[in-house]
């Protein structure tokens, strides 16, 4: 799971814009109404719970290097690590993995507080998304043309009517950077944003992210008009209470597959020991 600080500005979805020349906007829709209308799509796509998928997340920081599984179940994701600093698992390793699934299939407690705490971010992620729409200013600044159709670019910075209601929102008020659209299936594509201000927390008791951190978020259709984020990519520094932080990560996922509506951990389980296989499909 994400470290909480994090959550304050990562749950926004978006995707990856193909390269092409810069064109004037064509939008046959007012530049507003297409923000606010791929902004509502992904508000309800964050709330779909009818497409679930398996999928491998490789992440790297400066400290690890990791590859793992992951199947969406109505209990929750559950993932199995495959791979450190690109490596399979020695034997060792792979023990303490096995061993750690077989903890989960005779505890289900455990999954249960997983899935809790799971919901918990997605909650998170629904207040930060239904804020997007007022939480900045938005204005066009031109198009991508490529093998996907028109992706309009947006610039945006922080709308000063607007007033955080709560902490997940409140980082939002100091952001500004760039968002992506694809015009066809007003869908975000693209995210850089980057903090314009310090960013404190219950007047900095709580903690603080400070001035300069930015994040870029990808995301992409990878086959019937089903967009998953592809990439991210954050590097910010600050406090949590009293103790410093630095986030200097990626994260890429991809070989994207569908799973069974209704599917329960205990058959993920079985699913990521039987291994990907070769059906899996993979992300643009």
């Known amino acids: 799971m994400r470290s909480p600080l994090t959550l304050l500005l990562v749950p926004l979805w978006f995707a990856i814009a193909a390269q092409a020349q810069t064109v004037p906007v064509t939008a046959s829709i007012p530049p ?55 490596k399979p698992l020695g034997s060792a390793d792979e023990q303490k993995e096995q061993a750690r699934l077989d903890g989960l299939l005779s505890e289900p407690g455990r999954q249960r507080h997983r899935k809790q705490n799971q919901d918990d971010d997605t909650g998170r992620a629904l207040k930060v998304l239904q804020a997007l729409p007022r939480a900045f200013l938005y204005q ?18 922080p709308n000063p009517a607007f007033i955080s209601p709560d902490l997940e929102t409140q980082a939002l008020t100091t952001m500004a950077g760039e968002l992506w659209i694809d015009a066809a299936q007003e869908r975000v594509v693209r995210l850089e944003g980057h903090l314009e201000r310090d960013v404190d ?4 008791v709580l903690g603080r992210l400070n001035k300069g951190g930015w994040i870029v978020i990808e995301q992409a259709d990878f086959a019937d008009h089903q967009w998953r ?56």
Do not use: C
């Open 201 to 204: 927390f219950g007047w900095g």
């Open 32 to 86: 507003q109404s297409l923000v606010d209308r791929a902004l509502g799509a992904e508000l309800q796509a964050a709330r779909d719970r009818t497409h679930p998928m398996r999928y491998r997340l490789h992440k790297s920081s400066p400290r690890l290097t990791s590859t793992k599984e992951i199947v969406e179940t109505r209990d929750g994701a559950v993932a199995r690590l495959v791979a450190i600093f690109d």
């Open 229 to 284: 984020i592809v990439r991210f990519q954050m590097v910010m520094s600050g406090r949590v209470l009293f103790k410093n932080k630095t986030f200097d990560t990626v994260e890429v996922e991809s070989e994207f597959a569908p799973v069974p509506v209704g599917l329960n951990y205990r058959q993920a389980i079985q699913m990521l020991r039987a291994g990907f296989g070769g059906s899996s499909q993979s992300s643009r």
């Open 140 to 157: 066009p600044a031109g198009a991508l043309t490529g093998p996907t159709g028109t992706v309009e670019k947006f610039t945006f910075k």
